[in-house]
T-cell receptor, first 111, second 114 residues
């Protein structure tokens, strides 16, 4: 069935380090792909999205490219900040508007 | 727009009591979702509605849980009777059922059942 698998955490990085959080999806149909971020005590917020193959979503220095050949949508940021500490969720949505979320990856950035 | 509005933000109750969580979706959104988040199980989809009609309730844990959407601007999730294992953060989210399908979440209702 439809699913999303993302890298398990927690991830701890020093400020200005490079971040990669891996995400792969099952290749059923032509889903839209998303990264959501959840800051402590808050709901999930959309970080970025891509709706078709080879699209690159970007926001706040984060990027992810929709790779159909590897069914992946890895999240990257070149230089993380303490304020990026949060839980990151990869998600896919099919044409029926049903969302499937990964288990979330907790990121802690230390000064 | 004020976003997705949930109430209450926090609720503490005793086992056996009825709990009602409320959600007001973004105006114009025609899909509404209820999720539950716990440390052990992560984010779980409980039920979702399209145009006020329940489409998939396979995630509802058991008969103690029920959800309604009497109109396009209001939904409730009810737990009766509540149990300690229901303690979690419950999120409501809404979206348009066409287009790029961005899901907008509320701030959540944190439920503690003693």
């Amino acid at each position: 069935g439809d699913s999303v698998t993302q890298m398990e955490g927690p991830v701890t990085l020093s400020e200005e380090a490079f971040l990669t959080i891996n995400c792969t999806y099952t290749a059923t149909g032509y889903p839209s792909l998303f990264w959501y971020v959840q800051y402590p005590g808050e709901g999930l917020q959309l970080l970025l999205k891509a709706t078709k193959a080879d699209d690159k979503g970007s926001n706040k220095g984060f990027e992810a490219t929709y790779r159909k050949e590897t069914t992946s949508f890895h999240l990257e940021k070149g230089s993380v900040q303490v304020s990026d500490s949060a839980v990151y969720f990869c998600a896919r949505a099919n044409t029926g508007n049903q969302f499937y979320f990964g288990t979330g990856t907790s990121l802690t950035v230390i000064p | 727009d004020a976003g997705v509005i949930q109430s209450p933000r926090h609720e503490v109750t005793e086992m056996g009591q009825e709990v009602t969580l409320r959600c007001k979706p973004i105006s114009g959104h025609n899909s509404l979702f209820w999720y539950r988040q716990t440390m052990m199980r992560g984010l779980e989809l409980l039920i979702y509605f399209n145009n006020n009609v329940p489409i998939d309730d396979s995630g509802m844990p058991e008969d103690r849980f029920s959800a309604k959407m009497p109109n396009a601007s209001f939904s409730t999730l009810k737990i009766q009777p509540s149990e300690p294992r229901d303690s979690a953060v419950y999120f409501c989210a809404s979206s348009l059922s066409s287009g790029a399908n961005v899901l907008t979440f509320g701030a959540g209702s944190r439920l503690t059942v003693l």
